[in-house]
C-alpha cells in the first residue's frame, strides 16, 4: 500500500529524529567549551568556536523543520502539475465547442 507523502514524512521524522539529535548535541556539547572558554588565548577562538554552535543550531532547525515542509510543499506542487497535464490533455465532447485557447 502507497503512503501519503504527509504519512512518509511522519514515520521518518519518528525514526530519524533521535539520531539526528544525538549526533548534533556531541558536536554541540564538543565545541560549547570553545565557545565559552577563558584563558589564554580564548579571545582568538571564542569566536570559531560561536560560528560552529550557531551552525549547529541553524541546521538542526533546518533539517528538523524546513526539509519536511519542502519536500510535502514539491510533492503537493508536482500532484498540482499532474492534474494539470491531465486537464490539458482532456479532448473536448461532441457539445463542447473547440476554442484556440487550448
Known amino acids: 500500500m502507497k503512503k501519503s ?3 512518509a514524512i511522519h ?7 533521535r539520531p ?5 548535541m556531541a558536536a554541540l556539547l564538543g565545541t560549547l567549551p570553545i565557545a565559552l572558554g577563558h584563558g589564554a588565548g ?4 571564542r ?3 560561536l ?9 538542526q532547525a533546518l533539517t528538523l ?3 519536511p515542509v519542502v519536500y510535502l510543499y514539491f510533492e503537493s506542487a508536482k500532484r498540482r502539475l499532474a492534474a494539470w ?7 473536448p465532447t461532441v457539445d463542447e465547442p473547440i476554442t484556440a485557447a487550448r
Request: hydrophobic share 35%.
Open 42 to 45: 580564548s579571545e582568538s577562538r
Open 20 to 24: 539526528i539529535m544525538m549526533t548534533t
Open 85 to 91: 497535464k491531465q486537464g490539458r490533455k482532456r479532448t
Open 65 to 67: 523543520y524546513l526539509t
Open 11 to 17: 514515520e521518518g521524522s519518528l525514526a530519524r529524529f
Open 51 to 59: 560560528a560552529v554552535v550557531g551552525g549547529l543550531v541553524v541546521s
Open 5 to 7: 507523502a504527509y504519512d
Open 47 to 49: 569566536p570559531l568556536g
